[in-house]
Nanobody, 125 residues
């Protein structure tokens, strides 16, 4: 059984940083891992994606230069390092995994096969 479990969320002041982790069991991130977020009343949106095979990363414009996705060598954990957080970053953050996404579809939720339960990130202004 594939399980993805996010951790590292919490309450942080604006301008602060957090690092989210996504651990996998029954699965290795051999292909693509993505981070998404969903704020209250809004649709789930893509934050970023990483390809272990190619080393390619994709980011939403709203987080580019502030967020970084990485993966450990065991391919069992994916990280989302977040800097300079703002109130607009408040959301539940989800990790997801899939076997392939392209540069035009990395942020499409339907492309992902596995999802974690999410971790809450709250940024106070």
């Amino acid at each position: 059984e594939v399980q993805l479990v996010e951790s590292g969320g919490g309450l942080v002041q604006a301008g602060g940083s957090l690092r989210l982790s996504c651990g996998a069991s029954g699965f290795t991130f051999d292909d693509y891992a993505g981070w998404f977020r969903q704020a209250p009343g809004k649709e789930r949106e893509g934050v970023g994606c990483i390809s272990k095979r190619d080393g390619i990363t994709y980011y939403a414009d709203s987080v580019k230069d502030r967020f970084t996705i990485s993966m450990d060598n065991s391919k069992k954990t994916v990280y989302l390092q977040m800097y300079n957080l703002t109130a607009e970053d408040t959301a539940v953050y989800f990790c997801a995994a899939t076997y392939y996404v392209g540069p035009l579809s990395w942020d499409d939720t339907i492309e992902y096969d596995y999802w974690g339960q999410g971790t809450q990130v709250t940024v106070s202004s």
